[in-house]
């Protein structure tokens, strides 16, 4: 692990956790405020994984557990990992953490030195330059294009590369912009990574329930089997199974890079929570109906979002293909002028704009390297998204 220290401010707050202080703000002045700016669902966690909570509960199952995990939640991620990608592991070759946010940072710590870079596909989940940072590496944004579907391509992962570069990010779906890679754009990128040795991919699936029309979420590690030795494959059960507070994540390495993880993880929280990981077991292996299910609810709704906002002068959505996220362009907005005289430049203004006028939240795109645009959950209730697109529509018409 590096010992560097990430320098004095560089770490930020989550653009979410940030911005719904204004939200809270506004409601203890007692306005109304449609929040659409979640990253969690408002489904309830299962009732059979919430009654094996209980039960472990009530057995004393509320011990330490090895740092890496229990035997029985490392066996039901491995049976994740074949039900879903097709993929065996070993049981020394699976750590459970605290969240898949953990994985993640822990999988930096154990090999970024002071300088090292870590190649993020931008617009993206921000916290992974947090993350690099923390470990003393250096975030790389590589931006990618909307012409492209917002999705890396393997001509500007090549010049990215630097002898310096320890990592690529692949988040399959993306959040916020929705897009999900094919095996074979997956193959490509991995192509490139391939003659770099000293480069390792780290896979974020946190989504990969979350694809609509009938599509499935690859991961790289199915595209490129060859690369096993250098891929991290992360996973968790926080959006899938609706436990976004039960903080289990899960990492798939090669077992000495998970035993190195392990001894990382051992001194900055050891095991995850005893009680949660008997939920998340009971979640991996439990019925698996509820995940058609909601998406099937969360199709239903995403059409919906889009159409509505379409409906909005001045904005435009294209369909995500996964994630409950929508991004809304404000390319029609920007440079129109509010009822109080404001010109609106950017996604924040936006954003701050119809908050105040509206009473909607939506989450600036800045945050995630989406400038001009503005990010709206669909995982609510269909009548909050009924309300938003009714509330937004006004807030764009009083624009001149
Ligand atoms: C792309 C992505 N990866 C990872 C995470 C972290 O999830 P967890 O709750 O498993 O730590 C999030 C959370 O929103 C996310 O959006």
């Given at each position: 692990m590096s010992s560097a220290q990430p320098q004095a401010g560089s770490l930020h707050s989550s653009p979410a956790a940030t911005f719904r202080r204004k939200v809270l703000d506004l409601r203890s002045q007692g306005r109304t405020i449609v929040d659409m700016?979640?990253?969690?669902?408002?489904?309830?966690?299962p009732s059979h994984v919430v009654e094996a909570a209980i039960a472990a509960v009530r057995a004393g199952d509320t011990r330490y557990t090895n740092v890496d995990g229990t035997p029985e939640l490392k066996d039901a991620v491995r049976e994740h990992f074949r039900r879903q990608n097709g993929l065996e592991f070993e049981r020394s070759e699976i750590i459970v953490s605290n969240g898949s946010s953990q994985a993640i940072a822990t999988a930096f710590a154990v090999t970024l030195k002071p300088g090292d870079e870590v190649i993020v596909p931008s617009?993206?989940?921000?916290t992974y330059y947090g993350q690099a940072r923390l470990a003393g590496g250096v975030p790389v944004p590589v931006p990618c294009a909307q012409n492209n579907g917002f999705k890396l391509r393997p001509e500007d992962l090549a010049s990215a590369?630097?002898?310096?570069?320890r990592w690529i990010v692949i988040n399959n779906p993306v959040n916020p912009t929705g897009a999900v890679y094919t095996r074979a754009e997956l193959a490509e990128l991995c192509d490139v990574v391939?003659?770099?040795?000293e480069v390792r991919v780290i896979a974020d699936n946190l989504y990969e329930h979350f694809v609509f029309d009938g599509a499935r979420a690859v991961t790289p590690l199915e595209a490129a089997p060859d690369l096993r030795d250098r891929m991290v494959t992360v996973g968790g059960v926080a959006k899938s199974y609706s436990m976004m507070g039960w903080r289990i994540g899960y990492a798939a390495a090669p077992a000495n890079f998970v035993a190195e993880m392990t001894k990382v993880q051992y001194v900055v929280t050891?095991?995850?929570s005893s009680v949660s990981q008997a939920a998340a077991t009971a979640a991996l292996t439990?019925?698996?109906?509820v995940l058609t299910e909601r998406l099937a609810i969360l199709q239903e709704r995403r059409d919906l979002a889009v159409s509505l906002v379409n409906g909005c002068e001045g904005l435009s959505a294209t369909s995500p293909e996964g994630t409950f996220y929508l991004c809304i362009s404000c390319a029609g907005v920007i440079g129109k002028r509010t009822p109080q005289g404001r010109v609106l430049e950017t996604g924040e203004d936006v954003s701050d704009y119809l908050l105040g006028a509206a009473g909607i939240a939506l989450l600036p795109g800045e945050g995630y390297g989406l400038p001009r645009y503005v990010r709206m959950t669909f995982a609510v209730p269909t009548e909050h998204i009924h309300e938003a697109g009714r509330l937004i529509g006004q807030g764009c018409a009083a624009l001149t």
């Open positions: 700016t979640a990253g969690d669902l408002d489904f309830p966690t617009p993206c989940w921000a590369i630097t002898p310096r570069t391939r003659p770099h040795p050891s095991c995850a439990g019925p698996q109906t």
